[in-house]
C-alpha cells in the first residue's frame, strides 16, 4: 500500500490534469477540422506533439543531474504555485465568480474566427497555426504535470502513462462523438486536480527541506485530505458570504 | 517569435494567475524554508506551517475575488 498509493496518486492526477487539457486542445482541433478539413488540422497537431516531444527529450534528461531533494524542492514549489491557481479558479467557478469553461462556446468561437479567415487565402496555413497553437499551448501543461508529478519520486514513466491514457480516451471518445465534449465535468475535474497537485506540493516542498511526514507517502493523502475539506469549507463559506456573486453558480 | 512569446507568456501564465497568491505563496515558502534551515525549526512543524499558509492564502484570495465580484 505504501508503495502503490504514489503511484496510483500520481497516475491519477497526471491523467486528470492531462484529461482537461486534452479536451480543451481537442476542441480546437475539431474546430479546425470541422470547418476547413483534417489536413490542416492534424498536420497542426502533429507538429506541435513533435515540438513537445523535442522540449521533452531536450530536457527530461537534464533533470536526471538535479539532486534529488532540490528537486523536491523546485518542482513543490513550482506544483504550490500551479495546484493553487487550479484550485483558486475551480473554487471561484463553483461560487459563480468566474464563468465556468464552455467547450460548446469555445468550439462556436473558434468555428466562427475561421470562417471569418475562409477567403483568405492562407486560410489552411491559419487553420493549421490555430490547431498547432492550442495542442501546443496546452501540451505545455501537460508535459509540466508529468514531469512535475512523475520526476520528484522518479515515476516519470507512470505519469507519462496516465496523460497517454487521458490522450487516447479523449481521441477515442471525441473523435466518436465527433463533437466538443461539453458534458465532461470540468470545473469538478480542476477541482480535483487543484486539490492533488497541491498537496504534492506542500508534500514535495516539505520533504525538500527536509520534513519526515508522518506515514511517509501515505501523509500525502492526508495532506489531500486537509486541503479538500478546507477548500470546500471555503466554497461554503463564500456562497453564504457574498450571495450576490454566487448567483448563476456552478454546482 | 510571437509563438516563443506566446509559449513563455502560456509558462508564466500557468503559475501565476493572482499575482498576489503566487507573490504570498513564494513568501510563505521562503519564510518557513529559512526557518528551518537557519532558526533551526523542526522540519515537520514548517511543513504543517507551509500547509497552513497555503490555506490561508488560498482563502484570502477566493475572498478578495469574491468580493470584488460583488462590488463591481
Given amino acids: 500500500m505504501n508503495d502503490l498509493s504514489p503511484i496510483l496518486s500520481i497516475v491519477t492526477a497526471s491523467f486528470l490534469a492531462s484529461f482537461v487539457e486534452v479536451v480543451e486542445a481537442f476542441t480546437i482541433v475539431l474546430a479546425v477540422g470541422v470547418t476547413r478539413g483534417w489536413r490542416p488540422a492534424l498536420g497542426g497537431a502533429a507538429v506541435a506533439l513533435a515540438v513537445l516531444a523535442a522540449l521533452v527529450l531536450a530536457f527530461g534528461p537534464l533533470l536526471a543531474l538535479v539532486p534529488i531533494t532540490v528537486l523536491q524542492f523546485v518542482v513543490g514549489v513550482l506544483l504550490i504555485l500551479f495546484g493553487m491557481r487550479w484550485l483558486r479558479k475551480a473554487i471561484l467557478r463553483s461560487v459563480g465568480v468566474i464563468a465556468l469553461h464552455d467547450e460548446e462556446q469555445a468550439f462556436s468561437k473558434e468555428t466562427a474566427a475561421l470562417q471569418r479567415q475562409a477567403n483568405d487565402r492562407r486560410a489552411d496555413y491559419l487553420a493549421a497555426v490555430a490547431s498547432f497553437k492550442a495542442v501546443l499551448l496546452e501540451g505545455v501543461e501537460v508535459v509540466f504535470i508529468v514531469i512535475a508529478v512523475g520526476s520528484a519520486h522518479a515515476q516519470t514513466l507512470y505519469a507519462s502513462l496516465g496523460a497517454l491514457a487521458a490522450f487516447v480516451l479523449v481521441i477515442l471518445v471525441g473523435f466518436a462523438v465527433h463533437r466538443p465534449l461539453a458534458r465532461v465535468p470540468e470545473n469538478a475535474l480542476k477541482f480535483v486536480v487543484g486539490l492533488m497537485l497541491t498537496s504534492f506540493g506542500v508534500f514535495w516542498t516539505g520533504e525538500g527541506f527536509g520534513a519526515d511526514w508522518p506515514g511517509k507517502d501515505l501523509a500525502l493523502l492526508g495532506i489531500f485530505a486537509i486541503i479538500a475539506v478546507a477548500s470546500f469549507a471555503i466554497v461554503r463559506w463564500l456562497r453564504g458570504a457574498y450571495p450576490a456573486a454566487a448567483e448563476g453558480v456552478a454546482r | ?72
Fill in chain 2, 1 to 72: 517569435m510571437t509563438m516563443i512569446r506566446l509559449v513563455l507568456k502560456e509558462l508564466v501564465g500557468m503559475f501565476v494567475d493572482d499575482g498576489s497568491l503566487a507573490l504570498l505563496a513564494l513568501i510563505l515558502i521562503a519564510v518557513v524554508t529559512a526557518a528551518v534551515k537557519l532558526l533551526a525549526l523542526p522540519p515537520l512543524i514548517g511543513g504543517v506551517l507551509l500547509l497552513a499558509g497555503c490555506l490561508a492564502i488560498l482563502l484570502e484570495s477566493t475572498r478578495r475575488a469574491a468580493s470584488a465580484k460583488r462590488k463591481a
